[in-house]
């Protein structure tokens, strides 16, 4: 029996989320620690079997709407392939990433969805030709995404982004510890980035000076990424964290997860993603890692992941 599985990561911004849906840079990594995967078997019964119990979903493709994140996963892959009808398939989807709270989620199975599709399907497509469809549909949850999540999902790859423009690598020259922790408040960013567009067109002189300043910051972490400067990148950290401050996309759980991280020998830390919720970010020496996790539930951590970002 025909049987295909697909896996996609999750991701994390380390500088420059929402700045960089008005073009300025931002750098993210893929999370390999947390992923989705989808399998796709043989259907003995008509037509397309979704199964996706983390979001309560067991039914046929065809009583879905269009709009729904799966659905659309799938049209895309028909339109790329000029299929109008796919064969019978099962289509099974789970997921250790969690959702609306900065990790990607969408974009995973977005992703995962469409590799194993075009895997069944017996098609070769680039990461670029998955990247760009799994866009399209990031389109239809986040209003006007950046394009960064699918990409760095897309890729596999840590990214130096900017939105609309060929896509770049970052270059990671020494291997860095960083704690991810969860707010466990569930944040989507289409309202935080919805929010930030409606103050920036009412006023957009402040919020410009900020955008462009967290631009020049994730200008500072490139270079510090190629150089080694671990500590440099903690002072960062800590900038981009009180410029999002200011934004008022970070909230007060997140301000204490970040003011824990600090206080427990980390050497920055910040939100990451779209904020008031989900999750935050930070960087600490690797023997310094599970005292700051810990310092981070205590704080009020719903998960931690302490994640090592390799030279790429
Ligand atoms: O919440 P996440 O991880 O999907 O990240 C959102 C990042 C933003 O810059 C706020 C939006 C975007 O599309 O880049």
């Not at 957009?204 to 972490?221: K, L, R």
């Not at 970070?250 to 939100?271: I, T, W």
Request: net charge negative; aromatic share 6%; hydrophobic share 45%.
């Amino acid at each position: 029996m025909n049987r295909i599985s697909s896996r996609a990561p999750g991701k994390i911004i380390l500088f420059g989320e929402h700045a960089v849906v008005y073009q300025y840079p931002a750098i993210a990594v893929p999370v390999t620690q947390v992923y989705t995967e989808v399998t796709i078997e043989e259907n003995i019964e008509e037509g397309i079997f979704l199964y996706a119990p983390a979001i309560s979903i067991a039914t046929q493709y065809d009583l879905l709407p269009a709009e729904n994140h799966l659905v659309a996963a799938i049209n895309e892959v028909k339109s790329f392939s000029g299929m109008s009808q796919l064969p019978a398939m099962k289509i099974s989807i789970t997921s250790t990433i969690p959702v609306a709270s900065g990790l990607g989620s969408g974009a995973a199975v977005s992703v995962a969805l469409m590799r194993s599709l075009f895997s069944y399907l017996g098609k070769e497509v680039s990461d670029q030709e998955i990247s760009n469809m799994a866009f399209q549909v990031e389109k239809i949850h986040h209003g006007t995404p950046s394009g960064i999540d699918n990409t760095v999902i897309a890729f596999e790859r840590s990214v130096f982004f900017i939105k609309g423009q060929p896509i770049e690598f970052a270059d990671i020259i020494e291997p860095f510890t960083i704690i991810i922790a969860d707010s466990g408040i569930k944040s989507p960013t289409i309202n935080t980035v919805m929010d930030v567009r409606k103050r920036w067109q009412e006023n957009p002189v402040p919020y410009n000076a900020i955008f462009s300043d967290i631009g020049a910051i994730v200008q500072d972490a490139r270079e510090s990424l190629r150089t080694g400067n671990l500590e440099n990148l903690g002072i960062l950290m800590n900038t981009n964290h009180s410029l999002l401050q200011r934004l008022d996309v970070s909230c007060e759980a997140l301000d204490c997860l970040v003011g824990a991280a600090l206080d427990s020998g980390a050497m920055g830390a910040k939100l990451s993603g779209g904020g008031r919720g989900g999750n935050m970010i930070a960087i600490a020496q690797p023997e310094n890692a599970d005292r700051v996790s810990a310092s981070l539930y205590r704080a009020g951590a719903k998960n931690t992941v302490i994640t090592t970002i390799y030279p790429a």
